[in-house]
């Protein structure tokens, strides 16, 4: 007689929810593309390192070159010597993830805190945690959601407050880590990362529903037929208008700084109007997030609405991070400006000359154009770009993804994952992921890291 399976026995086994690491991409794209030896060397380094590969580094193997230079920022801020003790380090992780509701990250760093030695109490909700550490919470959400309004004086309120201020080592360290998670967790947003199989989420005990088992985005939207012609369409398009602005270049057509600044005002403005076009719904926040979170109703807020004072644009040329914000850190914080400033690099430089179906394509117009506008949300202006590119090399649904994932990441959906692009790889929308990541990181650095300047100077 054989031996009686679990479910005989009436033993309910979890079942892991969602096929994958992600709920965007099929799983057989993400290890089809995973084979070559780059990644496969690096997972065996977050194996080592940390005892598994988690999604984020399976969806990001799909660029190897750029999780090498992420997880090695990652490793060094979060495990090498630095200023702050390792289980603050997590705690600060947590406070960052939960901004954006992003119960992955919040719930990722809650273990990792207990395995550093922190006080499970703090793990109770932030009004639990020392006062140190709540001081934070003030230019962690501005940081989130609207960095343009950092000013010396948030800096100064922190570094000046008795027992309970931070060396300016110890402020660098933890506004690269929120910046950091905050970015972090638009990645998790923009490509459906799923929970791990042994995080809260992550199985259940029900049987899978008809709709978990797709776990392809084209399926959903149907690319085959008057789609699939339509989206074949809109990469010859792109193409013929990727060739022609670098033809323009060539060809050096004087824009005056007059038309120049015209056109990113004209930008920054019409950034207003993209937004999703349905309505999201509401999901109640876990009480292990909301918790870690003081004024939940405090986000992103377009600051160019008609009728209200606009801060003035920030300029890049005025405070760049080639020239400002990288020495700044490498002074308060060795190595750690380096290898941001190798990350930024590897993900504004990377490229494989593919488009969709085509090889041999020069994308560097594309990827500009993809970093700029985050910028350009963000109220970063440079004087050398002509932001009537951004215009004719995004379309509206990709404009509302970049924004939605930049801005307000918990909002994504994976209908407007599956909008953008219909007729290009999944590893292309990774690429613009880790572009849209690192380009909001950069942005909110630069306006704290001026504000420090400031009150430095």
Same mark, same amino acid.
């Given at each position: 007689m054989g031996s009686l399976g679990t479910a005989d026995r009436g033993i309910k086994t979890p079942r892991q929810l969602g096929r994958?690491?992600?709920?965007?991409?099929?799983?057989?794209?993400?290890?089809?593309?995973g084979a070559e030896n780059a990644q496969r060397r690096i997972f065996i380094e977050a194996f080592v390192s940390t005892g598994r590969v988690d999604n984020i580094t399976m969806v990001m193997g799909l660029h190897p070159k750029y999780l090498s230079s992420f997880w090695r920022t990652q490793y060094l801020l979060l495990c090498m010597d630095?200023?702050?003790?390792?289980?603050?380090?997590?705690? +600060?992780?947590?406070?960052?993830?939960?901004?954006?509701?992003?119960s992955y990250l919040v719930g990722l760093h809650m273990g990792e805190f207990l395995q550093a030695g922190g006080d499970p109490e703090w793990l109770q909700g932030l009004h639990c945690a020392p006062q140190k550490l709540r001081n934070l919470n003030e230019i962690n959400k501005i940081l989130a959601h609207r960095p343009w309004l950092i000013t010396k004086e948030h800096i100064e309120a922190l570094l000046k407050t008795g027992e309970n201020s931070w060396s300016l080592a110890e402020l660098i360290q933890a506004l690269v880590l929120l910046t950091h998670y905050h970015s972090l967790a638009s990645f998790v947003f923009g490509c459906g990362i799923n929970p791990e199989i042994d995080h809260e989420g992550g199985h259940a005990f029900q049987p899978p529903s008809p709709r978990s088992c797709d776990s392809s985005p084209a399926s959903e939207e149907g690319v085959s037929g008057s789609g699939g012609r339509d989206a074949m369409q809109e990469v010859e398009v792109l193409m013929e208008r990727m060739k022609l602005l670098q033809e323009c270049q060539l060809e050096e057509d004087e824009v005056t700084q007059e038309e120049m600044e015209t056109r990113f005002e004209l930008e920054k403005?019409?950034?207003?109007?993209?937004?999703?076009?349905?309505? +999201?719904?509401?999901?109640?926040?876990?009480?292990?997030?909301?918790?870690?979170?003081?004024?939940?109703?405090?986000?992103y807020?377009?600051?160019?609405?008609?009728?209200? *004072?606009?801060?003035?644009?920030?300029?890049? *040329?005025?405070?760049?991070?080639?020239?400002?914000?990288?020495?700044? +850190?490498?002074?308060? !914080?060795?190595?750690?400006? *380096? $290898? $941001?400033?190798?990350?930024?690099?590897?993900? !504004?430089?990377l490229t494989y000359h593919t488009m969709a179906m085509h090889r041999g394509v020069d994308t560097s117009t594309l990827r500009r154009a993809i970093w700029n506008y985050v910028h350009c949300v963000f109220g970063i202006r440079y004087d050398d770009y002509d932001y009537g590119e951004v215009n004719q090399l995004l379309e509206r649904s990709l404009k509302v993804y970049i924004k939605t994932v930049a801005c307000y990441p918990e909002k994504t959906t994976r209908r407007m994952y599956t909008h953008f692009w219909r007729h290009f790889?999944?590893?292309?929308?990774?690429h613009v992921n880790l572009l849209l990541l690192e380009a909001r990181m950069q942005a909110a650095l630069l306006y704290a890291l001026r504000a420090i300047t400031r009150y430095m100077t």
């Open positions: 994958g690491p992600s709920s965007f991409l099929p799983v057989e794209e993400i290890l089809q593309e630095g200023p702050l003790p390792h289980h603050k380090r997590h705690y +600060i992780a947590i406070m960052a993830a939960a901004r954006h509701q992003c403005t019409e950034s207003l109007l993209v937004a999703p076009s349905v309505d +999201i719904v509401e999901h109640s926040l876990p009480h292990n997030v909301l918790c870690f979170v003081e004024d939940p109703g405090f986000g807020k377009d600051f160019t609405r008609r009728g209200e *004072q606009a801060p003035p644009t920030f300029r890049a *040329q005025d405070y760049t991070w080639e020239d400002h914000g990288y020495s700044l +850190i490498n002074r308060l !914080y060795p190595d750690v400006g *380096q $290898l $941001l400033d190798e990350k930024f690099q590897v993900v !504004y430089n790889k999944h590893s292309e929308k990774v």
